[in-house]
């Protein structure tokens, strides 16, 4: 039976739950068969500008990959190795990622998503979408809150563990 959504938004909703994926905690988690990915985040930025997602992923379950990911707000979306280079961060591309079982961190110090060619800016207190693609967990869409543009973490802002 199809349906006439009234918001992307309900559409969304079903779709996640026709999938697995649930949404947790008020929104900052995002559960799909064995992972659960936690504390997504990005900095503000403007539009054309590129931007970097951070996270937490947990596996409960066999090993996986994250492939890489896409967003309707970028470009495209890679997965990268960051690095200081003369003060400043540099980005490489890594190709997909081993998500062991335990836990493992997309943050400031290692790993991330880099968002390229912004379609529009990212502001403070804003929250995106972004499709995460794994080997066997298939896509996953999670919600990404835009912090300061100089955080240096999720800032657990609207809530609590």
Known sequence: MLRNFRTPRAA?????LCSGARAEDAGHATAAGDLKIVHAWTR???????????MEIENAGPADRLMG?????AGSVTVVGLTIVDGDVATTATGPVDVP????ELDPGGLALELRDLGEPLVVGSEMEVILTF???????IPVEVEAIDARQ?????HEH
């Open 154 to 158: 999720h800032s657990h802002a609207g």
């Open 44 to 54: 503000a930025a403007d539009a054309g500008s590129d931007a970097l997602v951070f």
């Open 12 to 16: 969304l909703a079903v779709i996640l």
């Open 69 to 73: 990911g896409r967003s309707a707000r």
């Open 135 to 141: 080997e066997r967990a298939g896509d996953v869409v």
């Open 101 to 104: 079982p335990g836990e493992i």
